[in-house]
C-alpha cells in the first residue's frame, strides 16, 4: 500500500485503514486477529478503533493482538471517544465534557495497552459541551504525550470550522482528520465538508465506502434482504436501511459500477473503493471488513486503476441531489463567473 501524510501533520498512514468496529460482535477474537495479521501483511499500518465499539471489546481484542506481537511502533492507532460506553452508562459517562473524554481516553488506553494512541476523534458533535471545552481538552492530551493528534467524526460543516478556527486563534492542537460517511451512494458532505477540508488541510478518512454493502451488488431491488448479510442478519435495522437505499439512483449506480467492474475484470466492491480512494484530500479508506475473505476483496482495490472517463461516468450517475437554497442558488449566480475563466 501506499503512504499519504495525516492531513497536514507529517504522520504517513497507509490508504487504506482498517476499521475495527466489527470486532467483538460480528467477528469473533481469532479471526479479527487473522484480519489484523493479514491486513499488516498487505502494508497496512493505519487501525482506527472506537471505545463504543462492541462496549470497548473491539479496543480489548486490538489491545491483546498488540501485545502479542510486541507493540505498535510501526503502527498508527487511532481510536474515539464521545458515546456511552455499555447500557448501563450515567449521564456525565457520555458527551465531550472534560471529564467523560479525561475517563474516556485513559480507559481507551487501558484496553488497546498502549500509553498513547496517534490518533485521538471525537466521535460525533456534543450539543451540551461548548467546543471550547473538548478543544482545550484535547489539547491537553497531546501535551500529556497521551494523543499525537487530533481528529473529528460526524460533524457539519459549521461545526468542523469551528474546531478548526478555536485551534488556530487559540493556538490549540489542530483538527488534521474528519472521518465521515462517503461512498457512491452517500456524497453529501460534497455540499461543504470537503471543501472546508480541502481549505483547513484536513484529510478525509471515508467510513463505510461500501455503502453498507449496497455497492458490493448483494443487496437486490426485489428481494427484502435476509441471511448472513448485514441488513439481513438485523430485521428491525435491515427494513429501514433497505427501504432508504432501495430507490431508482441507487440501482442506477449499481449498474454502473458493475459495468466497470466487469470492465477491469475485478469486483463492484473494488471499483466503489477506487473511486473513494480517488477523491481528493482522501487520506485513507477505512475498510469494516468482517470477514478474511472480505479484507482480501478490498486490499485488491489497490489494483483497480480508473480511467478518467470512468470516474466521471461514475460521478454522473452518483452526483447527489442539491438543495435549491442555498446550494442551487449559489451555483447558478457563481457559473457566469466560472465560464469566464474558460473565455
Same mark, same amino acid.
Given at each position: 500500500?501506499?503512504?499519504?501524510?495525516?492531513?497536514?501533520?507529517?504522520?504517513?498512514?497507509?490508504?487504506?485503514?482498517?476499521?475495527?468496529?466489527?470486532?467483538g460482535a460480528e467477528t469473533?477474537?481469532?479471526?479479527?486477529?487473522?484480519?489484523?495479521?493479514?491486513?499488516?501483511?498487505?502494508?497496512?499500518?493505519?487501525?482506527?478503533?472506537?471505545?463504543?465499539?462492541?462496549?470497548?471489546?473491539?479496543?480489548?481484542?486490538?489491545?491483546?493482538?498488540?501485545?502479542?506481537?510486541?507493540?505498535?511502533?510501526?503502527?498508527?492507532?487511532?481510536?474515539?471517544?464521545?458515546?456511552?460506553?455499555?447500557?448501563?452508562?450515567?449521564?456525565?459517562?457520555?458527551? $465531550?465534557?472534560?471529564?467523560? &473524554?479525561? @475517563? #474516556?481516553?485513559?480507559?481507551?488506553? %487501558?484496553?488497546?495497552?498502549?500509553?498513547? /494512541?496517534? *490518533?485521538?476523534?471525537?466521535?460525533?458533535?456534543?450539543?451540551?459541551?461548548?467546543?471550547?471545552?473538548?478543544?482545550?481538552?484535547?489539547?491537553?492530551?497531546?501535551?500529556?504525550?497521551?494523543?499525537?493528534?487530533?481528529?473529528?467524526?460526524? $460533524?457539519?460543516?459549521?461545526? &468542523?470550522? @469551528? #474546531?478548526?478556527?478555536?485551534?488556530? %486563534?487559540?493556538?490549540?492542537?489542530?483538527? /488534521?482528520? *474528519?472521518?465521515?460517511?462517503?461512498?457512491?451512494?452517500?456524497?453529501?458532505?460534497?455540499?461543504?465538508?470537503?471543501?472546508?477540508?480541502?481549505?483547513?488541510?484536513?484529510?478525509?478518512?471515508?467510513?463505510?465506502?461500501?455503502?453498507?454493502?449496497?455497492?458490493?451488488?448483494?443487496?437486490?431491488?426485489?428481494?427484502?434482504?435476509?441471511?448472513?448479510?448485514?441488513?439481513?442478519?438485523?430485521?428491525?435495522?435491515?427494513?429501514?436501511?433497505?427501504?432508504?437505499?432501495?430507490?431508482?439512483?441507487?440501482?442506477?449506480?449499481?449498474?454502473?459500477?458493475?459495468?466497470?467492474?466487469?470492465?477491469?475484470?475485478?469486483?463492484?466492491?473494488?471499483?466503489?473503493?477506487?473511486?473513494v480512494g480517488a477523491q481528493?484530500?482522501?487520506?485513507?479508506?477505512?475498510?469494516?471488513?468482517?470477514?478474511?475473505?472480505?479484507?482480501?476483496?478490498?486490499?485488491?482495490?489497490?489494483?483497480?486503476?480508473?480511467?478518467?472517463?470512468?470516474?466521471?461516468?461514475?460521478?454522473?450517475?452518483?452526483?447527489?441531489?442539491?438543495?435549491?437554497?442555498?446550494?442551487?442558488?449559489?451555483?447558478?449566480?457563481?457559473?457566469?463567473?466560472?465560464?469566464?475563466?474558460?473565455?
Amino acid at each position: 500500500m501506499q503512504l499519504r501524510t495525516l492531513g497536514r501533520s507529517g504522520l504517513l498512514v497507509s490508504e487504506h485503514c482498517l476499521g475495527t468496529m466489527t470486532f467483538g460482535a460480528e467477528t469473533p477474537e481469532n479471526d479479527a486477529h487473522a484480519i489484523l495479521d493479514a491486513y499488516v501483511s498487505a502494508g497496512g499500518t493505519f487501525i482506527d478503533t472506537a471505545d463504543v465499539y462492541a462496549a470497548g471489546e473491539s479496543e480489548r481484542i486490538v489491545g491483546r493482538w498488540l501485545a502479542a506481537r510486541g507493540g505498535a511502533d510501526d503502527l498508527v492507532i487511532a481510536t474515539k471517544g464521545r458515546f456511552p460506553v455499555g447500557p448501563d452508562a450515567r449521564p456525565n459517562e457520555q458527551g $465531550l465534557s472534560r471529564g467523560h &473524554l479525561t @475517563r #474516556a481516553l485513559d480507559a481507551s488506553l %487501558t484496553r488497546l495497552g498502549v500509553d498513547h /494512541v496517534d *490518533l485521538y476523534q471525537v466521535h460525533a458533535w456534543d450539543p451540551l459541551t461548548p467546543a471550547e471545552e473538548w478543544m482545550v481538552t484535547l489539547d491537553g492530551f497531546v501535551r500529556a504525550g497521551k494523543v499525537r493528534h487530533v481528529g473529528v467524526s460526524n $460533524l457539519t460543516g459549521w461545526q &468542523l470550522q @469551528r #474546531a478548526a478556527m478555536l485551534a488556530r %486563534t487559540e493556538g490549540l492542537s489542530p483538527v /488534521v482528520t *474528519l472521518q465521515p460517511q462517503y461512498n457512491l451512494l452517500a456524497r453529501d458532505i460534497e455540499l461543504e465538508l470537503t471543501d472546508l477540508c480541502a481549505l483547513e488541510g484536513i484529510g478525509l478518512l471515508p467510513w463505510s465506502p461500501l455503502g453498507g454493502g449496497w455497492l458490493t451488488g448483494k443487496y437486490r431491488a426485489d428481494a427484502t434482504p435476509t441471511g448472513a448479510t448485514r441488513l439481513g442478519e438485523d430485521p428491525e435495522r435491515g427494513v429501514e436501511a433497505y427501504a432508504k437505499r432501495n430507490v431508482p439512483r441507487t440501482y442506477a449506480v449499481l449498474a454502473e459500477v458493475e459495468r466497470i467492474a466487469t470492465d477491469h475484470g475485478s469486483t463492484m466492491a473494488q471499483v466503489a473503493l477506487a473511486w473513494v480512494g480517488a477523491q481528493p484530500n482522501v487520506d485513507s479508506t477505512i475498510l469494516g471488513v468482517r470477514t478474511l475473505a472480505q479484507l482480501e476483496d478490498n486490499v485488491g482495490a489497490l489494483e483497480v486503476d480508473l480511467t478518467v472517463d470512468e470516474l466521471a461516468a461514475l460521478d454522473a450517475v452518483s452526483a447527489p441531489e442539491v438543495p435549491d437554497y442555498p446550494y442551487g442558488m449559489i451555483r447558478r449566480v457563481g457559473a457566469p463567473r466560472l465560464a469566464a475563466l474558460d473565455g
